[in-house]
């Protein structure tokens, strides 16, 4: 089956998981809410747009950095006069110098990801046309999120959860022993497999979230994949696309 290959990377990512309005916490890779919403944004549609086609799309997950957690202390409302801050359920306003709001705000730092995408076939040429030519401009998980390459890599590719094994690995070349790589599975990655854990992620009706099951696994793979960061990652990925064409 054909599809595409991403690269998201960028100073900072964030990827929304279950939370409250208070703490605002990250999953710690792409969910697959995320994918969807940041494919509806380079395809220009609206926020309450079903996506129906989107939600039938696969991933495979390749965590080249898994980077760091860290959190932004946010407030909201905080100097204003009391009329000017964030109103309460029922429309008031709380008392003189109760009007702040303090929340938490969670973000991933110094990861990168590499996604093979599978689906329907019409649904990923129209994803992959958006990606080149976006209507919006795509983001990792929050607007504030820019990534810092561009996030197509190729398209129509034969077989891209394959292919990622041969993809440059965006992380600092290992001097000594080598770290496994970990792959996020959408489906059983060997028929029968049961699941390693759920995730809350998958868009449903209305705005919610519904769980489903993923797979998680570690391997190496071979140190010519090894591409280092900076222009050493940008060269080898160059010489990887003028191979494929």
């Not at 990606?131 to 190729?154: E, K």
């Not at 080598?178 to 059983?188: L, Q, S």
Request: aromatic fraction near 8%; include cysteine; hydrophobic fraction near 35%.
């Amino acid at each position: 089956m054909s599809g595409l290959i991403l690269h998201l990377s960028g100073p900072l990512q964030s990827w929304g998981s279950e939370a409250d309005f208070e703490v605002r916490t990250t999953h710690r890779w792409p969910t697959h809410s995320a994918l969807t919403g940041l494919l509806a944004c380079a395809l220009g549609r609206a926020r309450g747009h079903a996506n129906s086609d989107l939600t039938e799309l696969r991933y495979t997950i390749r965590i080249d950095r898994p980077g760091q957690r860290e959190m932004d202390f946010h407030t909201i409302g905080g100097g204003y006069p009391r009329h000017l801050t964030p109103p309460t359920a029922d429309g008031k306003f709380k008392k003189l110098g109760e009007g702040t709001i303090l929340t938490q705000r969670w973000y991933v730092t110094d990861a990168a990801f590499s996604v093979a995408v599978t689906g329907p076939a019409p649904t990923l040429r129209r994803c992959g046309i958006a990606l080149q030519y976006p209507h919006f401009a795509p983001y990792l998980g929050r607007r504030s999120c820019t990534p810092d390459t561009p996030i197509l890599v190729r398209d129509g590719v034969a077989d891209p959860v394959t292919e990622l094994d041969r993809l440059p690995l965006h992380r600092t070349a290992a001097r000594g022993p080598r770290e496994p790589v970990t792959f996020i599975y959408d489906d059983a990655p060997e028929s029968g497999a049961p699941a390693d854990t759920e995730v809350r992620d998958l868009s449903g009706p209305g705005r919610t979230l519904v769980r489903r099951q993923v797979w998680q696994r570690q391997r190496a793979l071979d140190q010519a994949v090894d591409a280092g960061r900076g222009a050493g990652w940008i060269d080898a990925l160059t010489v990887y696309r003028q191979e494929a064409a």
